[in-house]
DNA sequence: TTGTATGCGTTATCAT
DNA sequence: ATGATAACGCATACAA
């Protein structure tokens, strides 16, 4: 690895005429350029970034602490976050916490994960990146940062209360209420909800945008027609018999799991999902497209999340760092999968209230 | 951010001293130790690495290359990768390549591939990162490294002929090997196979690991038994009835998308899986567990090719980069995952040849 | 247009 | 045990 003095002394000019050169500042006569130019390729010179970046303090890469790589959401996060930063050349310090590996499901609870986010906050910090992204498994309030941040941070898929930090959230409430808006389109009236856990933001909010759509389609919001799961499978199939009963002519699962498990009664039942009773998930799932016959469902913006993030951690940076007091919560659209799970429903019988 | 020189002067020591603490290099009295100890902790302190790397040369970072975030065997191999490197304390640099995004599925084929590729190594090398792991999107031959490589470098899931860059792949034969064994030790003789592409290297590898525990078993090998897909899940539903016909007793299908296919049609014929006939798939995909009967299944070792693979590298680190002349190919095994889509044969009477 | 000199924050060498 | 200082590779202010 030859460095910018040898090029120098190579070429015969001295390091301040080569990184004048490099780094294309002009006052250089185009004989010398173009000398000094051919030595850089023959000698395969490439900048020391590290050098580079003690003198200029700006490192062109930022901090991705991802907390478990392995959860279904961040790969497809993290490839928007590689997007945006591909196009503005900046580099990335990926940190991958693993968080449920360690933790299992509890690991937000944990006492030692605030100081682990801390300490790699430093580390990153050390390292010179110029922002941090964090990104979560799963939507929640993240409250683990330390009060004062030398950097620029947002946090992607879940939110913070920590001022100055910005969040970027799929918009829950949107998904619903555009899926159930569908689903009344089709001429479902009496439409079911088996929902996820009782108390999860994701549930909070996709009822909401439920209850929207319901207002929206002029249809009484009729509590009875909701039921709460737990977003596995098995909590779809055991809370299909009470919406069954109730008559409905649609299921919208808060997820494509429960979906799957409504679609396992529905099928013991001999009921025809998609001809004798409509199913909708969502997340878009991978297993969506593979159902008999393939699930209608919201699809997350995963991407979009990611690269909305780094738009927004470098757009702080260009900023110069000032007046970051807008601790926002950018919230991004879903996109729904029209499969061929929702029939539409011609006969007007069962749609009394 | 504090400099070790503001530190010095807080405490009124030299900054050779406070190194000296920093490093715990000894020959600093227990007095002054514990003194600046406090000051550094009032002050928040952190090296600047940048700085460190700059004067020391190693940057405790590794560089790893991914074709494309978004495939599936992607996030468990980096996930192995920074296992790894979390307990010997090196730091990630990630670079995502978005091969199938940008050039979709033929981008191996492309020229401008190469020539990213060699770019991205060389902003990396630029960066001081003293290893590189390539990971590739699936198994396969990668010769697009430069000839002088000024670091290590590794090939996770795929292998390169360039000299002196080691690989670790997937155990193809051994899994194939194992689950076919597993079949016969069901009492099945008659194993019909749907391959995936003729000339893919799982196919192949597969290929073989069946015959040998056919042979292992003392079962005649039929060619006829063996019927070829492209991987996607219509082409195991269009090539089951073929080897129904060849009155086989058991399907091995060499992923579990056409797994699925198989299931689709077997379904559709009254056979059901698990009971009338016997079916196993290869790569433990998510939906594999949700199938009707869940499927059995060889699950590839992800995480562990990338746990490997930052051995392997780190281990090059520390022989000081000497005769890694050892362009080795590494194979890990995988673990078979048994579920209910193979069912005991119990009568003896179609086991003719 | 080109060269000289200084400093970024650290470690390491050599005095004291 | 502690301090002064050079050096790592680069960018830049200033001199020539």
């Known amino acids: 690895m030859p460095t910018i003095k040898e090029i120098a002394k190579a070429s015969g000019v001295s390091v301040a005429t080569v990184s004048n050169i490099i780094n294309e500042k002009g006052k250089v006569s185009e004989e010398t350029r ?44 993290i490839d928007g976050i590689t997007e945006y930063c591909e196009k503005e050349d ?24 605030g100081d682990i986010v801390q300490r790699e906050i430093q580390k990153l910090v050390a390292k010179q990146v110029e922002g941090i992204i964090y990104v979560a498994a799963h939507e929640r309030l993240i409250n683990v940062f330390p009060e004062q941040l030398p950097v620029p941070m947002v946090v992607a ?13 799929v918009s829950d409430e949107q998904g619903a209420r555009e899926l159930v808006k569908y689903l009344i389109s089709m001429g479902h009236r009496r439409i079911g909800v088996i929902a996820g856990k009782k108390y999860s933001m994701h549930t909070r909010s996709r009822l909401e945008g439920y209850q929207r759509a319901l207002f929206e389609g002029n249809v009484l919001y009729d509590p009875d027609l909701v039921v709460y799961g737990d977003w596995e499978r098995e909590s ?5 018999d009470y919406l069954i009963e109730k008559n409905v002519t649609a299921i919208f699962c808060m997820n494509d799991f429960m979906a799957g498990g409504a ?81 539409q429903l011609k006969t007007e019988k069962k749609e009394g209230v």
């Open 236 to 240: 779809g199939y055991r809370n299909t």
């Open 34 to 77: 173009i000398r000094v130019q051919k030595i850089i390729e023959e000698m395969n010179y490439t900048p020391n970034s590290v050098a580079k970046n003690l003198k200029t303090k700006n490192s062109r890469c930022i901090g991705v602490i991802a907390e478990d790589m392995t959860v279904f959401a961040l790969p497809d996060i």
């Open 157 to 169: 898929y879940g939110y913070t209360s920590h001022r100055g930090i910005p969040s970027v959230m």
């Open 263 to 343: 679609y396992d009664r529905l099928d013991e039942r001999k009921l025809k999902v998609g001809r004798d009773i409509a199913v909708a998930g969502y997340d878009n799932r991978e297993m969506a497209g593979y159902e008999k016959p393939p699930l209608t469902t919201m699809g997350l913006p995963l991407h979009d999340i990611g690269y909305r993030a780094s738009e927004i951690i470098l757009d702080m940076l260009k900023k110069e760092e000032k007046n970051t007091e807008e601790a926002d919560i950018y919230y991004v659209d879903c996109k729904p999968y029209i499969r061929q799970s929702v029939n």
């Open 90 to 113: 900046y580099q990335i310090l990926l940190v991958n916490l693993r968080l449920y590996k360690k933790f299992e499901d509890t690991y937000y609870r944990s006492d030692r994960y």
